[in-house]
């Protein structure tokens, strides 16, 4: 099984001069009820994109004699091209506007998913993957921009709540849609139909952007930052590449001078993003949006969250099916009761934060924590008859304690963003998301499968656990300095 990337966006023109404290008036016309569902299916499909594909690898392998280093580039290149280029995408639609870049992002995604699905060998499907990402990194970030510039007050918080929700559901709903999907072999499609799904979604996404999205954009047009957006890019080349590359090649040097390079960059770009400000210019990242306190912690709690939540996936999955030899579509069906939780958790989300604030987010690391804590005391005691039914308790309660973390979080990350830099702030989140995601499944899934052959496959899960567990003790700690009450 190979590991997989798992979820979104950037602002508009910054300034050296301080941001407001809480967002401008939606610029232009508000978001309708079509409309948000428009821009949510726009949202979905390149979320939903980043799991359906894994259990269609063996058969892709069995299909085009790809070899598991290959494998990897289908499931790697992806998440790579859309992780890289989020900022820019976000930017885009800041500059030249929201609708038309969602617009165009939907095409691409319509027509890289078509090549991918009619890809007639292994490195055309890679290379046809690559460019799914690069759309998927044009088509998300208008989503966040365009609700926080389009929404205000409480319909904005509904909003972003469903974006939240869109992200778990998409996790659960692409490994059982991609079973089915392989199992049925539509019309003698196979794996291939998996990607040829998302063609008729694609479209019928950019009729309805067409008639439902208003279009927004930032008041003032915003260069392109060259400099800054090859800096990221070398950066997070350098970071994800051999992390998920590294461990199936066998750990060569280049996978340690790209792991070396790193922090090197990123210090770079840091520097020439606060020079590029500093001068009156347009920085990719604007470090006065990191002075946003909102943006700055919800930040800092997406990092394990998002990383924890990854690497959950990856593990759990590799469990079902290589652990208890599940099949792929039983496997799927086995994370329904943590899918239910999330969208219960994300439904509720809402009202529950307009009534206890940030609290609900502590609320939400405790019931995670137990949850995984529940699940690695019945794997340690249980193991040889651990099935999908004993597993539930444990997984239901994480994806509840998820729904009430991840559901908020975007609220909390975009509240004090002028809508005019909506582009740029949703920008910045889902790059957040989107590494923490790659980082989370390259660490805890290298280290499950390093650790299994020797360990055995219970006490290394318990293992990944109980670091997840870490993780959401230090995420309680984050949240308690988040203020009580969220706009």
């Given at each position: 099984m190979t590991r997989q990337l798992a979820a979104p966006p950037t602002l508009a023109r910054p300034s050296a001069a301080p941001l407001p404290s809480s967002p401008s008036s939606p610029v232009g016309p508000a978001l309708g009820t079509a409309g948000l569902v428009t821009v949510l299916l726009g949202a979905f499909l390149p979320m939903l994109d980043f799991f359906i594909v894994n259990v269609a690898l063996p058969t892709i392998d069995h299909d085009l004699a790809a070899g598991p280093a290959v494998l990897e580039l289908v499931a790697a290149g992806y998440g790579i091209a859309f992780a890289v280029l989020l900022v820019l995408g976000g930017r885009l639609g800041d500059t030249y506007g929201r609708r038309r870049l969602f617009v165009v992002g939907a095409v691409a995604f319509a027509l890289t998913s078509l090549a991918c699905g009619l890809a007639p060998g292994a490195w055309s499907l890679v290379a046809a993957r690559a460019a799914q990402g690069a759309s998927a990194a044009l088509l998300l970030p208008q989503v966040l921009g365009t609700i926080t510039a389009a929404t205000e007050g409480a319909r904005r918080g509904k909003a972003l709540s469903i974006y939240g929700a869109c992200g778990g559901i998409a996790v659960v709903i692409g490994q059982v849609l991609g079973g089915m999907l392989v199992a049925a072999d539509l019309f003698g499609t196979g794996w291939r139909s998996v990607f040829l799904l998302n063609v008729p979604f694609a479209l019928l996404a950019l009729v309805m952007a067409v008639r439902y999205v208003p279009e927004s954009r930032a008041t003032s047009a915003a260069k392109v930052d060259v400099p800054g957006t090859l800096l990221l890019t070398a950066a997070l080349l350098a970071l994800l590449v051999p992390l998920m590359e590294g461990r199936a090649a066998g750990w060569p040097v280049w996978s340690w001078v790209m792991l070396a390079l790193f922090p090197v960059l990123a210090a770079a770009f840091a520097l020439v993003e606060r020079r590029t400000e500093r001068a009156g210019g347009t920085?990719?990242?604007?470090?006065?949006?990191?002075?946003?306190?909102?943006?700055?912690?919800?930040?800092?709690?997406?990092?394990?969250?998002?990383?924890?939540f990854g690497g959950f996936m990856f593990v759990i999955a590799v469990v079902l099916q290589q652990g208890l030899h599940l099949?792929?579509?039983?496997?799927?069906?086995?994370?329904?009761?943590?899918?239910?939780?999330?969208?219960?958790?994300?439904?509720?989300?809402?009202?529950?934060i307009g009534r206890w604030g940030s609290r609900v987010l502590s609320a939400g690391a405790v019931v995670q924590g137990a949850g995984l804590a529940s699940l690695a005391v019945t794997v340690l005691t249980d193991w040889e008859h651990l099935t999908p039914l004993t597993m539930a308790p444990g997984v239901a309660l994480a994806g509840i304690g998820q729904g009430l973390i991840g559901t908020p979080l975007f609220r909390i990350v975009l509240s004090k963003v002028p809508a005019a830099r909506a582009g740029v702030g949703s920008g910045v989140l889902a790059t957040g998301q989107q590494s923490s995601l790659a980082l989370g499944v390259a660490t805890l899934g290298s280290l499950y499968l390093a650790l299994s052959p020797s360990l055995g496959v219970d006490r290394a899960l318990a293992l990944c656990l109980?670091?997840?567990?870490?993780?959401?003790?230090?995420?309680?700690?984050?949240?308690?300095?988040?203020p009580r009450s969220i706009g």
């Open positions: 920085p990719l990242v604007p470090p006065s949006l990191l002075r946003i306190p909102e943006m700055r912690r919800g930040l800092g709690i997406a990092l394990p969250y998002f990383a924890g099949g792929v579509v039983a496997a799927g069906w086995a994370l329904v009761p943590m899918a239910v939780g999330y969208f219960s958790a994300s439904l509720a989300s809402p009202r529950l109980g670091i997840q567990f870490v993780g959401s003790v230090t995420i309680l700690y984050l949240t308690t300095r988040l």
